[in-house]
């Protein structure tokens, strides 16, 4: 079963009404919910992580800092607030350092991610060859910015990196706003994917009006597109 990330965030940031958003979903029993490292306050990541969590939610943050230096203090960030995955980033050693006996699983974005909203730079061999880089070094498995791609074709870099993580965790992120996409990414081995822009502005399902209604149709889609034994994933729901 591949896992839908529910991201609180609208054009690469926290939204500011993301506290209240997290009693607004509560009846629909989300498993994975995340955020970005901007956009509100510590102070209110703070609270949204600790709502999350009751909720009965893993949590997950997503890097988007746009130096090495803040990057890093992102990982700090995440270690503080206590995160269940971190997501995204490029700094892989000094990252797992930071989050190194904390039981963080981390996830590095590959290819070569650049501006904000993020760009992706590179090609398939290069995706496949870090992300095997990546579980050498002990990373939980990969970010792709998969739909942002600049060189090469998206779903090319989903098999590639699918390829490269083997046993560990590929979630795609990023501009995937539509059953098909979900459906595509999925046959390519994809075990989880992030969407957030797409449920606030009403692009996933534009003739509905509400979030719980965008909501529901990506868990729909999510599950109809999961095919169990098509390609190698990971067993469990982290």
């Known amino acids: 079963m591949m896992d839908f990330i529910f991201m609180l965030t609208r054009n690469d940031q926290t939204v500011t009404d993301c506290l209240e958003l997290c009693e607004l979903i509560r009846p629909l029993g989300l498993k994975h919910i995340g955020f970005k490292d901007v956009g509100v ?41 206590g995160v269940d995955h971190l997501l995204g980033g490029t700094e892989v050693d000094a990252t797992l350092e930071i989050i190194r006996g904390t039981g963080i699983r981390y996830y590095p974005f590959p290819g070569t991610p650049v501006g904000h909203p993020t760009a992706l730079g590179g090609t398939a061999a290069q995706v496949e060859a870090q992300c095997r880089s990546f579980m050498a070094k002990g990373c939980a498995g990969a970010d792709l910015l998969a739909y942002r791609a600049t060189e090469d074709a998206p779903l090319n870099l989903v098999e590639a990196a699918r390829r490269g993580v083997g046993e560990g965790r590929l979630i795609v992120a990023g501009s995937i706003d539509s059953a098909a996409r979900i459906a595509s990414i999925a046959q390519r081995g994809a ?16 003739n509905k009006g509400s979030t719980l209604s965008q909501l529901a149709d990506v868990m729909s889609d999510c599950g109809a597109a999961s095919t169990p034994g098509e390609l190698p994933r990971r067993k469990e729901a982290l």
């Open 41 to 81: 306050s510590v102070e209110t990541l703070h609270r949204l992580t600790a709502k999350i969590r009751a909720l009965g939610a893993s949590t997950y943050m997503e890097v988007v800092s746009a130096t090495p230096d803040a990057a890093l203090d992102s990982a700090r960030a995440a270690v503080a607030l």
């Open 191 to 206: 075990d989880a994917f992030t969407i957030g822009s797409a449920i606030f502005n009403g692009a996933y399902s534009p």
